[in-house]
């Protein structure tokens, strides 16, 4: 393939649109995206400026987030207790998460009785604001389909037992409501700083499908 | 009962309860023409051109050949053009003549 693009590097090509670090052919889909989206900026449906700006809201928002909120949850029973009655009004006022999707947000609290697992069944619904975009296996058949009627069987797959005596309890989400799991803290944590807490949450034990551990050397504390 | 039935009975999307393969814990980091997509969705959601809910329709109404060999995003961007298209927004020659033009900058 010959590429022209080399040219326009040198020069300061007057084309609007020029992705000028484009060194091969996009495509088809790619090309459809461009396409959509300039026509719809031609017919002033909305600015440029707005999809760059979404990019970094979704950049801003990874699990690191949703640790933070957990962590605080378990050295602030105040703010636990509100997180718990309302998830998205406790992130907006503790944290200034803005719910740029305009979702709901539920928190399940997993407890010695009561183990917490989040899917969406039909679709890829998953707390965005205070995880980011969802992993690629979550939105995939096979955890779409088998969470809700094999959730031990799903969860061993993820290397997680939880006990017969503990009810597994499966969230499934809708285009409005979202959840987000509340971890149990783990044993061993109580000098950890609301940081360090926060370091042991990941991204997988907010979906609910692994449980966070205090792994050997992961505590700062000697 | 014919087995064509099922087909009326489950949507393409309602997969939950249904036999399928073990977990692959797979993921990948967004290409950026992924991201653009997805942050159109969140815009197109914003300005109330398409909500969560048509697009999630749109994808289910590709049908189950499409959404099985089209990637996630493939299968929103798709839908989005044809849920624009429904609405009116855009013509057929709108985006074929769209879609000659963005192809000609890399020929």
């Known amino acids: 393939m010959t590429h022209t693009e080399h040219d326009h590097d040198h020069n300061e090509h007057d084309h609007p649109h020029a992705e000028i670090n484009q060194t091969e052919k996009p495509t088809y889909y790619d090309m459809l995206e461009t396409a959509i989206r300039e026509l719809l900026i031609e017919r002033k449906l909305f600015e440029a400026d707005e999809i760059r700006r979404q990019i970094e809201v979704l950049d801003s928002r990874t699990p690191a987030l949703g640790a933070k909120v957990v962590a605080r949850a378990w050295i602030d029973p105040n703010f636990r207790k509100r997180l718990l009655a309302n998830g998205r009004t406790a992130c907006e006022e503790d944290f200034g998460i803005t719910f740029y999707d305009d979702t709901e947000l539920i928190v399940l609290e997993n407890t010695d009785k009561v183990h917490n697992l989040i899917v969406c069944t039909l679709c890829s619904c998953y707390p965005r604001p205070v995880l980011g975009l969802p992993p690629d296996w979550y939105k995939l058949k096979p955890y779409r389909a088998r969470a809700v009627s094999e959730p031990r069987k799903v969860l061993a797959e993820f290397g997680t037992t939880i006990p017969d005596d503990v009810e597994v309890r499966v969230s499934d989400s809708t285009a409005m409501v979202r959840y987000l799991v509340l971890p149990k803290r783990p044993k061993g944590t109580e000098t950890f700083t609301e940081e360090e807490l926060a370091d042991l949450v990941t991204r997988d034990a907010m979906i609910g499908v692994v449980e966070p551990k205090l792994e050997n050397g992961s505590a700062a504390h000697v | ?107």
């Open chain 2, 1 to 107: 009962m014919s087995d064509s039935s099922e087909l009326v009975i489950r949507l393409p999307n309602d997969i939950g309860g249904m036999p399928a393969d073990p977990i692959n814990p797979i993921d990948h980091d967004l290409a950026p023409w992924e991201k653009r997509c997805h942050a159109l969705a969140d815009v197109l959601d914003f300005h109330k051109i398409i909500n969560t809910e048509e697009k999630r329709c749109g994808v289910e109404a590709l049908g189950a050949e499409m959404i099985g060999k089209l990637s996630y995003y493939e299968r929103w961007i798709v839908a989005f053009s044809n849920i624009l298209l429904r609405k009116g927004i855009l013509t057929p020659t709108d985006i074929a003549l769209k879609m000659k033009e963005v192809a000609a900058r890399y020929s």
